[in-house]
Each structure stands twice: as C-alpha cells, then as structure tokens.
T-cell receptor
Framework: DAGITQSPRHKVTETGTPVTLRCHQT?????MYWYRQDPGHGLRLIHYSYGVKDTDKGEVSDGYSVSRSKTEDFLLTLESATSSQTSVYFCAISDKAGGDVAAEQFFGPGTRLTVL | AQRVTQPEKLLSVFKGAPVELKCNYS??????LFWYVQYSRQRLQLLLRHISRESIKGFTADLNKGETSFHLKKPFAQEEDSAMYYC????????????FGSGTRLLVRP
C-alpha cells in the first residue's frame, strides 16, 4: 500500500458537532483528494488539493471545508455535522504522470463516520 | 456534463463463467478511463486503464468511443474476483480528478 493513512478510522458523533478527518501521506505526492462513498452513488469528490494551500471544490463540497498547510497532510472538516454526512470517507493521492496522461490515484483505508 | 454509468448494482456468476461489467460514459472531450477494484477489507486500487491496453488478472477493457463504453471483461471468472468494481473517468485537465460510476458488485459463486 502507498504510504497513506487516515485518522480516525471510525468515528461516531452527534448532529451539530464539528469533525475533522486527517489524511497523511509519506509519498510526497502533489495532489490529494477527499471522496465520500455511499451506496448507489459510488465515490464522489468532496474537495481536492493541487499543492500546499491550493485547494478547490469537488461535486459535493457543501458542508465541508479543507486545509493543506503541509504537503503530507490534508484535513477535511465538517463544520457542523449532519446525518446526511454519515458515510465512508476516502483520501487519495496522485502525482503528475508524464505528458498529459492522468496519474493513478492511490487510496487510503477509509474513515467510517456516523452522525447521530 | 461528465458522467459515468454502471447499470448493474450486482452481477452474480458461477466460477468459470464469462464476466462483463458494463460502463458507459458521457464526456465531450477525450477521456481517460479506468477500472478500480475494492476487494473485501482492502483499499480501493487501480485494476487497469485504457491507455495501457494490458490485461490484469485476466481482465481486459476496450474503449469504444462510438458507443462511449469501457466494459470490463474476463473469459473465466474466479472466486477471488468477487469484489466491488468502479469505472472512472479522468478529465483532460490539470486536476486529474476522477469521476466514478456507482459501482458493480461482482459475486462469483463456486
């Protein structure tokens, strides 16, 4: 497995509380991504980063914010968790491949979040 | 809008039977297509990509631009192929973002 860890691996929280998930990589890859995985929807991109302090929104970014102050860490924050944010969250990393070829993404083990 | 469609949520076959997991996409440019696989209690990982034109674990996938499809095929399924399979599309921009389909669970029965 590529050097990607996620913490915590499991979390149960209550509606309205803030939650921060951490993704840590040791591969020095430039790009980092946060996805959520839900039955019937596959993986959907929440936010991504293309460098330190450079982030952008994905297709389901409402209710989420991110920060990347170091190459190796990408934090996902739910400012006020809701039950609809109960999901499995995956972090992924990639680096630029040669030419215009898209690079393979390497995935972390996932974080299962339950919002009661 | 870019979209990836996997019409089957579950595909159940017997060991030794041929397998075809369907994937259709909509994209106005020249896409890059991938198949990712998630085995039980393992991380999501790349299975194959169309530009490689290679066979991985006996699986192949051909990009058909006319039908906008990228179906995954294997002539003889094995029990260890049981997993969740996701088709994904990468846009031709600098973000390397992936758009995933909803996934197909393949169950290979003995």
């Amino acid at each position: 497995d590529a050097g990607i860890t996620q913490s915590p691996r499991h979390k149960v929280t209550e509606t309205g509380t803030p939650v921060t998930l951490r993704c840590h990589q040791t591969e020095n890859h430039r790009y980092m991504y946060w996805y959520r995985q839900d039955p019937g929807h596959g993986l959907r991109l929440i936010h991504y980063s293309y460098g330190v302090k450079d982030t952008d929104k994905g297709e389901v970014s409402d209710g989420y914010s991110v920060s990347r102050s170091k190459t190796e860490d990408f934090l996902l924050t739910l400012e006020s968790a809701t039950s609809s944010q109960t999901s499995v969250y995956f972090c992924a990393i990639s680096d630029k491949a040669g030419g215009d070829v898209a690079a393979e993404q390497f995935f972390g083990p996932g974080t299962r979040l339950t919002v009661l | 809008a870019q979209r990836v469609t996997q019409p089957e949520k579950l595909l159940s076959v017997f060991k030794g039977a041929p397998v075809e997991l369907k994937c259709n996409y909509s994209y106005s440019g020249s896409p890059e297509l991938f198949w990712y696989v998630q085995y039980s209690r393992q991380r999501l990982q790349l299975l194959l990509r169309h530009i490689s034109r290679e066979s991985i674990k006996g699986f192949t996938a051909d990009l058909n631009k006319g039908e906008t499809s990228f179906h995954l095929k294997k002539p003889f399924a094995q029990e260890e192929d049981s997993a969740m399979y996701y088709c994904a599309l990468s846009r031709a921009d600098s973000s390397y973002k992936l758009i995933f389909g909803s996934g197909t669970r393949l169950l290979v029965r003995p």
